[in-house]
T-cell receptor, first 110, second 111 residues
Framework: NAGVTQTPKFRILKIGQSMTLQCTQD?????MYWYRQDPGMGLKLIYY???????DKGEVPNGYNVSRSTTEDFPLRLELAAPSQTSVYFC?????????FGEGSWLTVV | TQLLEQSPQFLSIQEGENLTVYCNSS?????LQWYRQEPGEGPVLLVT?????EVKKLKRLTFQFGDARKDSSLHITAAQPGDTGLYLC???????????FGTGTLLAVQP
């Protein structure tokens, strides 16, 4: 019963490097989300998707890109990492009013 | 722009005290949820409210959805150290149905 799986769990990046946070879900949910969370704060929506082939910007999309080629996968791409992108990233999927979160990815940009 | 404002942002109280956390917006939502999050973990759903004026109780926690479905409150009676955590409201509405989270309330209950 995997649910939402995101990798890596921890990563340190140098300024200007690029990387992809992977997210996959095995529940056949149409809705998927990427959030970032700074310490002691709420989650801010980066991008979301309502189904394969469809993505849309959330509250803080700048500096990120996503794709949704399949129902299962929703990777988040950072092209030119900046210190402001140091945060915890949560992937999630939902059906109805129930949302399922991944375990989080801790990203530090130095 | 944050659509969901929570207050207070931080709250430190003694065990046994009561407290209320507020979640306010200028937008109308089809549903609103409350989550609790502990350090190093993802948010855990506490409750979902969908009807204006709705009140739900979960042991010592009472949740209320405003009549106009723009705001909500979470009241904790006789707080315990185990209630310590980050409390988040979240809501979705409109055609996109995207889920937006509030600014968060960090609660510390001292024994």
């Amino acid at each position: 019963n995997a649910g939402v799986t995101q990798t890596p769990k921890f990563r340190i990046l140098k300024i200007g490097q690029s990387m992809t946070l992977q997210c996959t879900q095995d529940m056949n949910h149409n809705y998927m989300y990427w959030y970032r969370q700074d310490p002691g704060m709420g989650l801010k929506l980066i991008y979301y998707s309502v189904g394969a082939g469809i993505t849309d910007k959330g509250e803080v999309p700048n500096g990120y890109n996503v794709s949704r080629s399949t129902t299962e996968d929703f990777p988040l791409r950072l092209e030119l990492a900046a210190p402001s992108q140091t945060s915890v990233y949560f992937c999630a999927s939902s059906i109805g009013n129930t949302i399922y979160f991944g375990e989080g990815s801790w990203l530090t940009v130095v | 722009t944050q659509l969901l404002e929570q207050s207070p942002q931080f709250l430190s109280i003694q065990e046994g005290e009561n407290l209320t956390v507020y979640c306010n917006s200028s937008s109308v939502f089809s549903s609103l949820q409350w989550y609790r999050q502990e350090p190093g973990e993802g948010p855990v759903l506490l409750v979902t409210v969908v009807t204006g004026g709705e009140v739900k109780k979960l042991k010592r926690l009472t949740f209320q959805f405003g009549d106009a479905r723009k705001d909500s409150s979470l009241h904790i009676t006789a707080a315990q150290p185990g209630d310590t955590g980050l409390y988040l409201c979240a809501a979705k509405g409109g055609a996109t149905n995207k889920l937006i989270f509030g600014t968060g309330t960090l609660l510390a209950v001292q024994p």
